[in-house]
């Protein structure tokens, strides 16, 4: 029997998951649900989806999926996991997962608990580009590295990408951008991480517009810079003692640059197969619940809750 995945939400990334999961052998999306009844049935049709529901908790009752992909706006994403953990379904949720790290705390403790797989949507770790880099810092080739820069942004319209801008929503960019800066740099560096500095800008709809934050660890440094309201010249950059590397849009890129101490490019990467880079995760989630494990090691639980945690220190800046 194919790995029957059911969606809870109805919007432009779940069409890509849905993509995705078409492109992966022995693996199906059973079914689809929304608010909406109209919006599930449209969906349900034009990405070929046997069933569709208004109701989320109707699903899981009826469909007994073996994971529910998450694809709702963040402001439900815990709402919506702890609907799964009910019922023990497998949940793999789009970032940022969670809005605080009491919610975070919260479903992996029912995960483990209960031996229910959750996994985040943390899709650029596992892209060749980001692979490649780690696996060239495994080998020495920038000798010691000690120094990480990232920056993701964009300048969102508030007219077209309202959502963005809406605080009851999840909109700013700690939830949209931030999470992958932090996820990626402590993907490259871990998180023994001796203090953070973190200033953040806010607008007038009491969303946050920029993040600038300092890791400080004991022997290197990352410093990541997000933004919704810049245009960015998006890139990852991890420097050494022997040279650096760099991978341009680091979030969901194709390249990654390998550069000796004289600054002259000894390897370049590029990915020439990847059609939808959801796939890998994809594949994650069916061979760890296939496998009985209750988190990913690429996507373990551990750095979802941290990344919680410091959107709990943004959103102190706040007040």
């Excluded at 440094?221 to 933004?227: K, M, R, T, V």
């Excluded at 991890?238 to 101490?261: K, Q, W």
Aim: some cysteine; hydrophobic content about 35%.
């Amino acid at each position: 029997m194919n790995f029957r995945f059911a969606i809870m939400g109805a919007g432009n990334i779940a069409g890509k998951f849905c993509d995705a999961v078409s492109r992966v052998k022995e693996c199906e999306v059973a079914a689809v649900s929304s608010k909406s009844r109209e919006r599930a049935a449209d969906f349900s049709r034009r990405n070929n989806i046997p069933k569709a529901y208004e109701d989320y908790e109707e699903m899981l009752q009826k469909e007994h999926p073996d994971c529910v992909y998450i694809a709702t706006t963040p402001d439900s994403h815990y709402r919506l996991a702890k609907l799964c953990m009910k019922y023990k379904t497998p949940v793999l949720c789009e970032k940022a997962m969670f809005m605080n790290s009491a919610d975070a705390r919260d479903i992996f403790e029912e995960s483990e608990k209960n031996q229910v797989f959750v996994m985040e949507a943390m899709w650029s770790r596992f892209l060749p580009a980001v692979q490649t880099a780690k696996n060239w810092i495994s080998e020495g080739k920038i000798g010691e590295a000690n120094c990480l820069t990232i920056a993701v942004g964009t300048a969102f319209d508030k007219e077209k990408n309202k959502r963005n801008f809406d605080p009851e929503l999840g909109g700013g960019a700690a939830f949209d951008l931030t999470v992958y800066c932090y996820e990626l740099a402590t993907w490259f560096f871990g998180h023994e991480i001796e203090k953070t500095d973190i200033s953040v800008l806010w607008d007038e709809t009491g969303i946050d517009t920029s993040n600038h934050i300092c890791l400080k660890y004991k022997d290197k440094a990352a410093i990541l810079l997000a933004s919704c309201v810049s245009v960015l010249d998006e890139k990852l950059t991890v420097s050494g003692t022997e040279g650096r590397i760099e991978i341009p849009h680091v979030h969901y890129g194709e390249e990654a640059f390998l550069f000796n101490r004289e600054g002259k490019m000894a390897e370049h990467f590029v990915d020439y197969e990847t059609t939808n880079g959801f796939v890998y995760e994809i594949c994650e989630v069916m061979n760890c619940i296939k496998k009985s494990s209750v988190e990913s090691k690429v996507v373990p639980h551990e750095d979802t809750l941290r990344c919680a945690e410091l959107f709990d220190r943004i959103y102190s800046e706040k007040n």
